[in-house]
């Protein structure tokens, strides 16, 4: 039996609790095929002692910092730190800690979480997001990081960073994905009762966060056209299913979603195309028709945009885990 992958997830006082609780929540809950865990999660501290959390209380560490020395994901939660928060520095007792990490480990933040690992010159140079709210702070301390505050998450190979809050769970699940499939991912997302997926791209910031009642919502469009993705779904289409104009179906949908109607829907085809490539032995052309993409070059193109693999390499990939 394959060994759980081992995450080790670094509290660093005042510790913003709300992410710090994220990993071991998404991550444990994510099991194989006989309910055997396919991640060994252990919150550190640097002083192996309780942390304070920025909301007055404090969280016991459940093993040793001399856990990162044999992690092959380092999770970093958002942080209240001075030094990597205000001056781009790191203390010498932090800095000690994340230098016992093994080259080859993966590096993860959530929310201010990014400060630490910039600070560590772990994101010079990689692609990487952090809370809207203090991204000009971080662009300021770090110039050589490609900071992109507008998304939800990024994934840069072994370096990877979310937004504030609530982000920190759709990059978690974006690494139960990646690391074991689209199944794994939606049962533990189903289990937790939140979306399956928010793609890394879409806008931190969403105008309408409370969708309007009634038939002035187009969250009603929405579930339909994931039922009919193998249907055409132009803008027309879809507005005139909800009853709206197009301008004003196009703008509602944008506040309610962060996205046009078009990149939405298109996101729907590739990730029901994942679906079908890793739970059917559906030919590829049959997959492309039923996801809507029309053909299996069109699917092709659209996968590779996305993950950077051809359909076939996916399903071997995929499959596999």
């Known amino acids: 039996m394959t060994s759980p992958h081992r995450v080790v997830v670094l509290a660093i006082p005042p510790v913003i609790g709300y992410d710090l609780t994220i990993p071991p929540q998404v991550l444990g809950e994510a ?23 920025s909301k007055g209380y404090a969280i016991a560490p459940s093993a040793p910092v001399t856990a990162l020395a044999t992690a092959q994901t380092v ?40 400060f630490v690992l910039a600070a560590a010159g772990i994101l010079d140079g990689h ?80 105008e309408r966060h409370v969708p309007r009642s009634g038939d002035e919502t187009t969250s009603d469009v929405r579930a339909w056209a994931q039922a009919h993705l193998h249907h055409p779904l132009d803008v027309a289409t879809l507005a005139r299913q909800a009853s709206m104009s197009v301008r004003t179906f196009t703008r509602r949908f944008r506040e309610e979603t962060g996205q046009s109607p078009g990149a939405w829907v298109t996101q729907q085809r590739i990730r029901h195309a994942q679906h079908l490539l890793e739970a059917t032995d559906l030919p590829v052309d049959q997959v492309a028709t039923r996801a809507g993409m029309g053909t299996a070059a069109s699917l092709r193109q659209h996968l590779r945009a996305s993950v950077g693999v051809s359909p076939s390499a996916y399903r071997r990939t995929f499959r596999g885990a």
Not at 104 to 114: K, L
Not at 153 to 174: M, N, P
């Open 127 to 206: 692609r990487a997001t952090t809370h809207w709210k203090y991204a000009d702070d971080l662009r300021r301390l770090h110039p050589s990081v490609a900071l992109d505050e507008d998304v939800l998450f990024t994934d840069d190979g072994r370096v990877l960073t979310s937004a504030g809050l609530s982000a920190g769970i759709d990059l978690c699940l974006h690494l139960v994905r990646s690391d074991h499939g689209t199944a794994v991912a939606n049962a533990v997302a189903r289990h937790m009762v939140v979306p399956p997926w928010r793609d890394g791209g879409q806008a931190q910031f969403i």
């Open 75 to 114: 999770i970093v939660p958002g942080t209240q730190i001075a030094g990597p928060r205000r001056e781009g520095t790191l203390p010498d007792d932090l800095r000690a800690a994340l230098a016992t990490v093994p080259p080859d480990a993966r590096w993860v933040s959530i929310c201010t979480g990014a």
């Open 31 to 53: 099991v194989d095929h006989d309910r055997q865990p396919l991640y060994d999660v252990q919150v550190v501290s640097v002083d192996d002692r309780p942390v304070a959390a």
